[in-house]
């Protein structure tokens, strides 16, 4: 029997309550498709750092190295400063890991939780695929004068040559795949046929942002052009895909761009597809330890209510799977939360789903089951 080991960590707020249904509908998976999950509970998070003043023991990122993967609930305490959880532990695991990739799907499942009039789930499905160890994430710049009238505030955004291009060669590998294994997901044989390709579109700010994405755009016509002639190249700037997300989210299938605008848009991308109740991530190193969260944060309001939605860090299980090689067991998760967001729920709000947050788990569970 295959057999995985996995580090949890639930973290802040609701997380460790919508990990505990990822776990549930995982096992659920691994029971009916014959694999193993080992899990290993970490107590990092917000709690633990007002405890004991650490965030990150300095043995924790070599012992999360050793598993296959990381499942993450959230992170941020409204009783801690923002930016010391975030950076001491969720920007830490994806820098020291490289997880090079943060990978969100947008999909939406039914037409009932979409906030645009006229869109269905043929409409909302794309991939971003956000660089996540550069840009203006890594903590280049500095004050000068701090505190006085003549403060200078810095802060530099990183793209490195080696960086870029790893990211855009995984966008346009990704794209070839998403079309090849997955048929029922954005291109179908007969749009193939109709002569439609994969697609990857580059998200910058090349009119304004011109030494950042003069390299990213350079990178991309050059690997793309030489490496991936079967796949379509576009471009947009950040501003306009943002109105397009709205207007026409039809006209994407892979999104390649920097860890900032990346972060943004793919907030907006959660909202088109229903809602942070059901978005997920992953943060993907291909030859290393991968780490999937829900994209929603800690919701710290919901905490012990069971009313959190836990559909996205079910799916953030799902992408797990699908990452250890798992596809059937990850299909099968994915194919019942659509199964329950159609037949079930009200709403993918905490607190109107119709169920609680454990509910929610239960009817996942048994629909992989089934
Ligand atoms: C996300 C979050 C994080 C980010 C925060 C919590 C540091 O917003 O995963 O999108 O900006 O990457
Ligand atoms: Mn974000």
Not at 60 to 82: C, M, T, W, Y
Not at 122 to 131: I, K, N, Q, Y
Not at 204 to 209: A, D, H, I, S
């Amino acid at each position: 029997m295959k057999s995985y080991n996995i580090a949890v960590i639930g973290g802040d707020g609701t997380g460790p309550e919508v990990v505990r249904e990822a776990i549930k509908v995982l096992d659920a998976a691994a029971a009916k498709f014959g694999i193993k999950l080992n899990y290993v509970h970490y107590d990092f998070g917000g709690e633990r750092y007002l405890r004991t003043g650490e965030v990150l023991p300095d043995s924790a990122i070599d012992e999360l190295r050793k598993f296959n993967s990381i499942l993450l609930g959230a992170i941020g305490h409204p009783q801690v400063k923002p930016g010391i959880l975030e950076k001491g532990i969720l920007l830490r695991i994806r820098f020291e890991l490289e997880q090079y990739i943060n990978l969100r799907p947008v999909r939406l499942y039914d037409e009932r939780f979409c906030p645009i009039k006229d869109k269905k789930p043929e409409d909302v499905d794309f991939v971003v695929v956000r660089e996540n160890n550069e840009g203006l994430y890594t903590g280049a710049g500095g004050f000068v004068f701090k505190g006085t009238p003549h403060e200078v505030a810095v802060q530099e955004s990183i793209n490195t040559r080696r960086g870029v291009e790893r990211c855009i060669r995984y966008a346009f590998e990704y794209a070839r795949k998403r079309h090849a294994d997955k048929p029922w997901r954005g291109l179908k044989p007969e749009d193939i046929k109709a002569g439609k390709r994969a697609q990857v579109t580059l998200v910058g700010k090349t009119n304004v942002l011109t030494y950042a994405f003069d390299l990213w755009e350079r990178v991309f016509h050059e690997v793309g052009e030489r490496d991936y002639p079967d796949i379509k190249r576009d471009y947009a700037h950040v501003d306009a895909t943002c109105m397009w997300f709205v207007k026409n989210p039809e006209w994407f299938d892979v999104i390649v761009t920097d860890n900032m605008f990346g972060d943004i848009i793919t907030d907006l991308g959660a909202i088109i597809q229903g809602g942070m109740g059901i978005a997920a991530g992953g943060n993907i190193n291909p030859q290393g330890t991968s780490m999937f969260e829900p994209i929603g944060g800690s919701a710290p309001k919901y905490t012990g209510q069971n009313k959190i939605n836990p559909l996205a860090a079910i799916c953030a299980g799902a992408m797990m799977l699908e990452h250890l090689g798992e596809t059937r067991a990850a299909l099968a998760v994915e194919n019942a939360v659509a199964r329950v967001v159609r037949e079930k729920l009200k709403s993918l709000a905490a607190g109107q789903m119709g169920y609680t947050t454990t509910e929610v788990g239960d009817l996942v569970a048994a629909a992989v089951q089934t």
